[in-house]
């Protein structure tokens, strides 16, 4: 079992930068790899971001890309997700998530088992 506590969410105007973190209970965060989601009011989850175990592998959503990046701390148990360049259209709900498979970096919501309760990111202009 894994518990996700996400965590960096508030209001930020728009252009600026929130790191948000991700910490995970468990020995075994180390074999899994990690994605993040996010979801507006109103609309579908979407895919952000995902890593592999190790770190070696990333994958972005179109409309993170240069503007996101996903890394993680094994040590601290702990993935993040640095945001720049916010705009308002990225407010929503951002949610981590483990994938019991760790080289797979799924833009798949239902690839995931795990998922943290969220942690509301809105950007004002």
């Known amino acids: 079992q894994v518990q996700l506590v996400e965590s960096g969410g508030g209001f930020v105007q728009a252009g600026g930068s929130l790191r948000l973190s991700c910490a995970a209970s468990g020995r075994t965060f180390s074999r899994y790899a990690m994605g993040w989601f996010r979801q507006a009011p109103g609309k579908e989850r979407k895919f952000v971001a995902a890593i592999s175990w190790s770190g070696s592998s990333t994958r972005y959503g179109d409309f993170e890309k240069g503007r996101f990046a996903i890394s993680r701390d094994t040590a601290k148990n702990t993935v993040y997700l640095q945001m720049n360049s916010l705009k308002p259209e990225d407010t929503a709900v951002y949610y981590c998530?483990?994938?019991?498979?760790?080289?797979?970096?799924?833009?798949?919501?239902?690839?995931?088992?795990?998922w943290g309760q969220g942690t509301q990111v809105t950007v004002y202009s």
């Open positions: 998530a483990a994938d019991v498979d760790p080289i797979r970096t799924s833009t798949r919501g239902l690839d995931y088992d795990y």
